[in-house]
């Protein structure tokens, strides 16, 4: 047994009376992703580039919020937050200023979350590397510390950036991922990863660029990482971990000809230059490139198209003042030049190809390189320095590994990081054909990770017909990663840190209706994946207080928020509020009278205005088309509020939530009688499972329904007292009706889903 408030036992997450926990979490929040001061959505281009000015105070959200979003938060059944901050955040003004100011609040707003009782971890969040190639994570200063200039990354598609983009509101739905494809964001993790093997002239201020943005990125972690231990009373009863950069990318390395599109290049969408033909373009030549789409069975090339940057270069030219952030560049590194042709990879005055496997392999050791290599080799440099510095402050820190997205963990079991009884396997996957389409599809899906792992020997086979058999591969790749972490990784718990759904599929038509019935499917859907894969944890992308419906998540067309302001909160209760409902159906015993905030009939912009003294949340309207927001619907809470268990007295064998037919199970294989002081405990959503409407069979022992209240929260919990050997649960509720918004027709859409025929139901 444990002294630790979480502690990992037989690659299990434990609690100090030796229970399995199940991490049931959510990244908060999407605002950590864009600065507060300005106020800077990925829409918003007025003083984009005074990248130095900004604040990130009150991100995620002002300190003085935090009560309303954890409350919230905790009476969905989460117990877990993903703590979303970037090194931007920290590190902005320059190399080795820091924000006090952003940490402080950051502090006060952890120890908000330890009121009620989440487990948090850290995420050192990115998306193709910074705000100002397209994405979010690093300050502006590194890309002109890389002799990048970004105030010509539109002009020379180095990136593609919503900011700058010309028409804002026509900015192509997913297109942001491609910039890992492009100049600015392939060099930069080049540099960051291998920097000294394939750039050894990128020398600043002494040392190799490698170092010094590696450098920087970990030193201002170490300094948030200090400042959380020096607070005293969240690390550890908070703060249990740290997970590695978010969504890692190995730029260009490993590109065996730079001259066409590797085949594992699975994403193309819009203009899809080669990494040769961004160099060019990035230098300023007119290059013809092809654009492609995504559709339901994949990407598609759709033609040909000229990019002319008409002599703007991507890179910052030769007289730029170099005074302002005070690091010095050593001559051999000159300014104006494509760094890649100052290695010899081609040659700018013929604009001839001279290297085209340039990357292929290790100029040292002559090693071919490719996905695995890159992540056994310069990703696991990177984290073995990340684990260490981590540690050397929070000493008994969990550290999540995030390798490269939906790619092999590294081959590390057996060794000295494989055998870290303190490990995380921390994967992220996506049903990449709902998100880049914006559509469920209950007909037909793929196995994406079954094709990406060479499974079939045709694409065609790895198509799943049917929604049973679309849940089920969704389970089978959930299932897959997990075991490739135990067969590499070594038996370390498998908490999958991002998946989630796109809420404005099918041209918004939810938005119009108050309709939610396909994203509810896709939800459910999702959830079923992770819950029946046997992973130790997951956290849901994404909660962003600011979701709306004409913006979505305020970054890059993104729509992933499970609330919105122009939506309501589904009601945890099936009746109205009444504060003094009793709150206990038992075979024992009850528990007290029901006190929190008033949040959970319809939670709403006007109603919000009232709980709290500076909202976040506009109480006004927030779409300039009001068919989005004439009829707001539940945004398909009913799919992520669901059961689930907290802490078992056994190792949990399987466990599930059937939405379809309101049906919670649970089967545990407990190796003795349980403590009377710690039983199973297991979440008990009051919408789904109301005290007078549910029943509950247990294959041995006694049980209780009861409330909890933690901060002015109630929460209902089922708490099983067992005997020893394998041990069944089996909760019933009640099928209600779903997704019915303001103005929304009934008919007999409901009626089926309350007579269970859910196929008829779950997609428009």
């Given amino acids: 047994m444990t002294n630790l408030r979480l502690a990992i036992e037989d690659g299990k997450f434990c609690d100090r009376h030796g229970r399995q926990v199940i ?52 009476r969905c059944g989460y117990n877990t937050i ?99 494809y492009r100049l600015a964001a392939a060099t930069m993790f080049t540099f960051f990863f291998a920097g ?137 590194w000159k300014l104006g030049e494509c760094v890649w042709a100052q290695h010899g990879v081609w040659d700018p005055s013929t604009n001839t190809l001279l290297r085209k496997d340039y990357f292929a392999k290790h100029p040292a050791t002559g090693d071919t390189i490719d996905y695995p290599y890159f992540t056994n080799h310069y990703f696991m440099d990177f984290f073995r320095k990340y684990r260490d510095m981590v540690r050397s402050y929070h000493r008994n820190a969990i550290i999540l590994l995030q390798g490269p997205t939906m790619e092999l963990p590294p081959l590390i079991k057996d060794t000295p990081d494989g ?49 049973t058999a679309i849940r089920n591969c969704f389970k089978d790749q959930h299932a897959a990663m997990r075991k490739e972490g135990l067969d590499r990784m070594g038996n370390h718990p498998c908490m999958m840190t991002e998946f989630g759904i796109p809420y404005d599929m099918d041209d918004k038509y939810a938005y119009k209706t108050g309709d939610y019935s396909s994203q509810s499917a896709a ?50 209760s099936a009746r109205p509020h009444t504060p003094n409902l009793e709150d206990s159906t038992s075979n024992l015993r009850s528990s007290a009278p029901r006190k929190e905030l008033d949040d959970d009939e319809s939670v709403t912009p006007a109603n919000l205005r009232r709980s709290i003294t500076n909202p976040s949340i506009s109480s006004e309207a927030t779409s300039r088309q009001p068919e989005l927001t004439s009829s707001p619907g539940y945004r398909a809470a009913e799919a992520y509020v669901r059961p689930a268990p907290i802490a078992t007295a056994g ?10 037919q309101c049906i919670f199970t649970l089967t545990i294989k407990a190796p003795r009688v349980g403590d009377a002081d710690a039983p199973t405990v297991v979440f008990l959503p009051e919408y789904h499972f109301s005290k007078d409407e549910c ?57 089926q889903c309350n007579q269970g025929a859910w196929s008829n139901c779950t997609a428009m």
């Fill in 23 to 74: 991490l049931r979490g959510i990244n908060v929040a999407g605002e950590a992703k864009y600065p507060s001061k300005p106020n800077q959505p990925s829409h918003v281009a007025d003083g984009f580039f005074d990248g130095d000015n900004v604040s990130f105070v009150g991100r995620p959200f002002p300190k003085e919020e935090a009560h309303l979003h954890f409350s919230r938060l905790k």
């Fill in 82 to 180: 993903r703590y979303v901050f970037t090194w931007e955040a920290i590190e902005a003004a320059g190399p080795g200023i820091y924000d006090e100011a952003w940490i402080d609040e950051t502090i006060e707003v952890l120890r908000a979350a330890k009121g009620f009782g989440f487990y948090v971890f850290m995420d050192p969040h990115q998306d193709v590397w910074s705000r100002f190639s397209g994405g979010s994570g690093a300050p502006m200063w590194t890309l002109y510390a890389a002799g990048l200039n970004p105030q010509s990354f539109a002009a020379t598609e180095a990136a593609v950036v919503h900011n700058t983009y010309p028409e804002p509101d026509a900015f192509p739905k997913m297109i942001w991922s491609t910039n890992y």
């Fill in 196 to 332: 000294r093997d394939f750039a050894p002239k990128c020398i600043i201020d002494g040392i190799n660029i490698q170092d010094y943005l590696q450098g920087h990125f970990l030193r201002a972690c170490a300094h948030l990482a200090q400042r959380i231990h020096e607070a005293g009373d969240i690390e550890g009863d908070v703060v249990f971990g740290w997970e590695s950069l978010n969504e890692p990318n190995k730029g260009m390395i490993g590109y065996h000809d730079i001259s066409v599109i590797p085949k594992e290049q699975a994403l193309k969408k819009g203009t899809c230059p080669t990494i040769w033909q961004t160099m060019l373009t990035g230098s300023g030549r007119a290059v013809e490139v092809e654009t492609w789409d995504m559709g339901g069975l994949g990407p598609y090339k759709v033609g040909r198209t000229l990019v002319d940057p008409h002599g703007e270069v991507a890179w910052l030219p030769e007289d730029y003042d170099e005074s302002r952030y005070g690091y010095k560049r050593d001559p051999g």
């Fill in 419 to 467: 055998d870290d009884p303190l490990l995380v396997y921390a994967p992220h996957w996506y049903d990449g054909i709902t998100l880049m389409t914006k559509k469920w599809n209950r007909n037909w899906n793929v196995d994406v990770i079954g094709v990406l792992r060479g499974r079939y020997w045709h694409p065609a086979f790895a198509v799943k017909l049917g929604e």
């Fill in 523 to 572: 939800m459910d859907a999702n959830h079923f994946g992770v819950e029946g894969a046997g992973l130790e944890g997951y956290t849901l992308w994404l909660y962003m207080a600011s979701n709306n419906h004409e913006k979505g998540d305020q970054w890059n067309g993104e729509d992933l928020s499970i609330v919105s302001v122009d939506d309501k909160l589904l009601p945890l």
């Fill in 651 to 660: 190792v949990i064998t399987n466990y599930g939530f059937d939405l379809r």
């Fill in 695 to 751: 029943s509950v069979e247990v294959s041995s022992g006694k049980w209780e329904i009861s409330s909890d209240e933690e901060e002015t929260v109630l929460i209902q919990r089922l708490r099983w007292w067992h005997g020893e050997g394998e041990q069944t649960l089996r909760v019933s509720g009640v099928v209600k009706k779903h997704n019915i918004g303001e103005g929304a027709e009934a008919s007999g859409y409901y009626e």
